[in-house]
């Protein structure tokens, strides 16, 4: 039997969401293996986010997928979501190793139909973002790597080791 390229990626489409997870969860545990006690509140500018509530964002993203499999959408107005407040390198450590257990079971129970279902993240009426669910899954993925190098750019200010992300790092050679 004979199957176009396009069904055979789809057929593997959630073993690759569950690689490339995994792949961003280890070069996270790196970033957070290096996260410094003491500067919780440090921002390179008045906009930035502080340093923890940054770092606990991108731990409370590995979780995203089971939330985005699980519902139909998330509604900022309702209080949906409120973030998780943390203050230890120990505490954001058990988030992130949590969190991305929560995503990749979800990920390991999902079908891949399941995939296909839309979601929207919305504030009451107004709808902010409406993706399939595999493009919120995307999305997601896609935030993990963003926060992360804005995580790099608060280290290299402050002198802290940046791990290799994509390949080597200045401070890994």
């Known amino acids: 039997q004979t199957i176009a390229v396009g069904e055979a990626f789809k057929m593997n489409t959630l073993q690759n969401l569950r690689d490339e997870l995994k792949h961003e ?4 545990k790196k970033f957070i293996a290096n996260y410094p006690e003491g500067k919780n509140q ?16 991108i731990a409370e993203v590995f979780a995203w997928p089971a939330m985005i499999l699980n519902t139909a959408e998330l509604d ?4 949906d979501y409120q973030p998780t407040i943390l203050n ?20 390991e129970n ?10 929207a993240m919305r504030s009451g009426d107004q709808v902010l973002a409406e993706w399939s669910k595999y ?11 963003h926060h992360r ?3 790099g750019v608060y280290y290299r200010m402050n002198d802290i080791p940046v791990p290799a992300s994509y390949g080597p790092s200045a401070d890994e050679k």
């Open 25 to 28: 969860y280890e070069t996270t």
């Open 42 to 57: 440090y921002a390179p500018h008045e906009k930035s986010m502080k340093m923890m509530p940054l770092a606990t964002h």
């Open 76 to 79: 900022f107005a309702k209080g």
């Open 88 to 107: 230890t390198k120990a505490e954001l450590q058990k988030k992130l190793d949590e969190d991305y257990n929560a995503g990749k079971s979800a990920l």
């Open 110 to 119: 999902a079908e891949e139909s399941a995939l296909d279902s839309k979601w």
């Open 135 to 145: 493009g919120a899954i995307r999305h997601a993925l896609d935030q993990i790597t």
């Open 149 to 151: 190098a804005q995580l």
